[in-house]
């Protein structure tokens, strides 16, 4: 617990400024992604360069032809069907220049021509049938830089395409998948001359990393693992021989500041999930956020949300980016929704803990977080005895990712109301098999029934603006635009338009089927696209069935649906 | 659990069977079930929907949800368990989904016949050569044996399979090709230098598969990459009278460890 001094220097710091300023001078649109316009993606709101839209992970766009005022005319422009509906359709997709690159479940992907839909190639990786069962079949997006278009796949690889031709340039094989009970299903991300990757495996007894490859070759960079070994600062947060099983995954995309030069990533629970013993003590770095210094991989600093957890939450979820004041000081800090609900506010140049709150009132497994970051109240289940816990398993919110808009000011972010019965069972390792440690039974939260909101958010304080309400789990990630909209949809297949400053509804359309991905927007040709994800699927879709039995009936599907106003002159 | 099949295995004597609907047999389902079905988002708790199927109310033909379970369900989530879990488990588990089926199933099918599709029986190996298997694969070194050799369903089909090439050879001859790894080239496998276009030079193996691109493994760095050109993306490329295996493997390995690990591949040919 608590943050290590940074190491970051000022003189790495002014070394990478100009660099970009050096390089950053000759980038345009129309030359090939690099590092340069990766980190200046903001000045292409035409585009969707990366995962998150920018490094600043705030999945908004500064494009405003499409607003508040005329949203209620926007119209279907174009749909794309991939064919492969099972385990739903949970990508980002990205948009360079006028194409648009989609990963799909089973690892294929699409390109497409943005304007029109037409496909211009198609990969198919060759080997999901080698893939570990726990983590499910999806893929949530890939990157792009260089020519080349990468993902992750469900044997544990990584592979690179090309842009122009979907020919595969380089694959390597990160580990073997059956043997460490691991896969990828997260997007890389390009930093630097590098594609870094982070891992599954926090629900298998398998020691967690995360990797650094050569962007245009493919050569191992480095690994850090998220569990120290032995002789290594942390290691002994760790009883025993558990370091080698202790989970720790990396399987949401980090981001990067290229002012700091510092990489942000989230690490996933400790395993096994719900039972502790064998485990006792801090368990590093699971649940935290570690900064790396890009080049070595090198740990800068870390801060741990939640030491030695019990319940599967995650701090692997997104990490915002934001400048902002702070009792009238200026302060780079980082915003990370965690799994258990609770959003931690840090200090992004060295961890200091500025404050934590929460997304959902159905908590019980602390009672509060304390001033100076530690968990009071904590409601560690009992080996053997039914435990009722909230949230559930699949989070007081779910992967998919918030929104920031500075013209607001304000963090968008859903929250799922919902519980579960653990019962926590006495479990021994065996290497890349599963390793849960107890079951769980969904259940509605104490005197009512689940239900999920999305709501606008002081993203320092917490405090709440507008809440909207919904009677399933919302689970697909948010968009923000500087036309005034925030973008969702629902498990039912709706895809629907709120005003971000009132959260009142304006637009909506039906897909036909639930919405679990990252929907973004673009332009070509002056023409405002906004594209979304529709395929219900995933863990927490087939958990909803516990809960709501008419979402057994909700239909899969892996279809990205594209929207624009009606072009003048039609 | 190994004692509880002896016992349940030896009810018939010599033919093995296995009755689905022994309360044992349930049993010890229910708790393979637990530990590999019902885990995080796959088929629930007691077989009750998440991201898989509801199993529950069902009606069901052992040998067809054997089968299923046994070999997957290919083009879904649903992965084969044959070689994680042995046939017996499998079976177990059968039984146990059975039970939670809406009608119990037909009298002809709940004695099964275990001999016809037993589990390949485990080799004994040492407690010397188990620890070199171990070593051979372990995660936690970043350059290990199994980076660049597959065996067992382990590690990596880079190079050739051990269990083939040193067929044959004694402890101190497996000695010697960890040694110097120039010391005897497998067929197929000394390494290619391939010049790029842009004229960059890679090392590696090269893929024999039929293809219209060249594909070589870049010994630049490990875990190796497969690399693929056009080509009129290559300049040149040359096969070297020299393995691409790395040397150094005593920095890497104990000379305990190496022991070890010549007995598990002395072992395992």
């Not at chain 1, 000759?26 to 292409?44: D, S, T, Y």
């Not at chain 1, 558990?242 to 980090?254: L, M, P």
């Not at chain 1, 900064?291 to 990490?319: C, M, N, R, T």
Request: charged share 20%; proline share 5%.
């Amino acid at each position: 617990m608590g943050a290590e001094g940074s190491q970051y220097t000022v003189g790495r710091m002014l070394r990478t400024l100009l660099l970009l300023l050096l390089i950053g001078a000759m980038a345009a649109p129309g030359q090939e992604v690099n590092a340069e316009r990766l980190a200046r993606a903001e000045a292409e709101p035409h585009n969707w360069l990366t995962y998150y839209g920018t490094y600043k992970a705030w999945r908004y766009s500064e494009l405003s032809q499409i607003h508040a005022g005329n949203v209620g005319e926007l119209t279907a422009a174009w749909a794309f069907e991939s064919g492969f509906p099972d385990g739903g359709l949970q990508a980002t997709p990205l948009v360079v220049d006028g194409v648009m690159v989609i990963s799909t479940a089973s690892n294929h992907i699409f390109a497409l021509d943005a304007a029109t839909g037409r496909r211009l190639w198609r990969y198919d990786y060759a080997a999901v049938q080698e893939s570990p069962a726990t983590y499910g079949n999806w893929n949530r997006g890939v990157a792009i830089a260089y020519g080349l278009v990468y993902m992750g796949t469900l044997d544990n690889h990584l592979v690179a395409v090309d842009l122009e031709t979907g020919r595969e340039v380089w694959n390597v094989e990160i580990e073997n998948s059956k043997q460490c009970g691991c896969d990828i299903t997260g997007a890389p991300l390009v930093v630097k001359d590098m594609v870094v990757t982070g891992v599954t495996g926090g629900d298998s007894a398998h020691r967690g990393y995360l990797n650094a490859f050569d962007a245009k070759t493919g050569r191992h960079r480095w690994r850090f693992w998220t569990i120290p070994g032995p002789g290594e600062p942390g290691h002994e947060s760790w009883k025993g021989e558990s370091w080698k099983y202790g989970g720790g995954s990396t399987w949401i995309t980090g981001t990067y500041d290229p002012e700091l030069d510092l990489l942000y990533w989230g690490v996933g629970n400790p395993a096994a999930d719900f039972y502790g013993g064998g485990r006792e003590g801090d368990n590093l770095y699971t649940e935290s956020i570690i900064a790396l210094d890009p080049d070595d991989g090198k740990l800068a600093w870390h801060y741990q949300e939640i030491p030695y957890d019990v319940w599967d939450y995650d701090s692997a979820y997104e990490i915002v980016l934001l400048d902002t004041e702070i009792g009238g000081k200026p302060r780079k800090i980082l915003v990370n929704p965690n799994k258990s609900g609770y959003v931690w506010v840090l200090d992004r140049t060295n961890g200091e803990f500025l404050g934590a709150w929460n997304l959902v009132e159905n908590s019980n497994w602390v009672e509060r977080i304390g001033e100076n970051g530690e968990l009071i109240g904590r409601n560690e289940p009992p080996l053997g005895e039914p435990t009722f816990l909230c949230p559930a398993i699949g989070g007081g919110r779910s992967w998919n990712h918030g929104a920031y808009s500075p013209k607001t000011g304000w963090f968008y972010s859903t929250g799922l109301e919902w519980c579960q019965t653990v019962t926590v069972k006495q479990e021994e390792p065996q290497p890349g098999m599963a390793f849960f440690g107890g079951e769980f039974q969904m259940a509605h939260p104490r005197g009512g029934k689940a239900f999920s909101h999305l709501s606008a958010y002081d993203p320092v304080t917490g405090k709440r603006h507008w809440q909207y309400k919904h009677e399933y789990p919302l689970l697909a990630s948010q968009l923000a635009t500087a036309g005034g909209l925030l973008f969702a949809g629902d498990a039912t297949g709706r895809f629907f338009a709120l005003d971000a400053e009132t959260g009142k509804e304006l637009w909506e359309f039906r897909t036909g089927s639930g919405h679990r991905g990252s929907a973004i927007t673009y332009s070509v040709n002056g023409r405002q696209y906004v594209a979304t994800p529709s395929g219900w699927g995933s863990a927490l879709a087939g958990l909803t069935t516990q809960l709501w039995p008419e979402a057994a009936d909700f239909p899969t599907g892996s279809s990205l649906f594209v929207f624009a106003l009606p072009e003048a002159g039609r | 659990m190994r004692a509880l099949w002896a016992l349940l295995l030896g009810s018939v004597c010599g033919a093995q069977t296995l009755d689905l609907r022994a309360p044992a047999v349930i049993e010890q389902g229910a708790a393979a079930f637990a530990k590999s079905c019902a885990v995080g988002y796959c088929h629930g708790s007691e077989g009750r929907s998440a991201r898989g199927p509801e199993l529950r109310g069902r009606r069901y033909e052992p040998k067809a949800l054997f089968g299923m379970i046994h070999d997957g369900l290919p083009g879904t989530s649903m992965p084969a368990w044959k070689g994680i879990l042995p046939n017996e488990e499998i079976w177990a588990i059968t039984g146990y989904i059975a039970s939670l089926g809406s009608a119990p199933v037909a009298e002809s099918q709940t004695v099964v016949d275990l001999s016809q599709a037993a589990s390949e029986p485990a080799r004994r190996l040492s407690a010397e050569a188990r620890r070199g298997r171990e070593l051979f694969f372990d995660l936690n070194r970043q350059k290990r044996c199994g980076l660049c050799h597959a065996l067992e369903g382990r590690g990596r089909a880079v190079g050739p399979n051990l269990a083939a090439t040193l067929e044959g050879r004694s402890a101190a001859e497996i000695r010697r090709a960890i040694d110097d790894p120039h010391a005897s080239i497998a067929f197929g496998y000394a390494e290619t230098e391939l010049v790029t276009a842009d004229g960059e030079t890679i090392v590696g193996v090269r893929t024999e598969e039929p293809t219209d691109v060249v594909r070589i493994y870049d010994f630049g760095a490990l875990p190796p990459p497969l690399r693929s050109f056009a080509p009129e993306q290559v300049r040149r490329v040359r096969r070297l009278e020299r393995s691409p295996m790395p040397g150094g493997w005593t920095a890497v390995y104990s000379e305990d460890e190496i022991a070890a690990i010549v007995a598990y591949l002395d072992a395992e040919n």
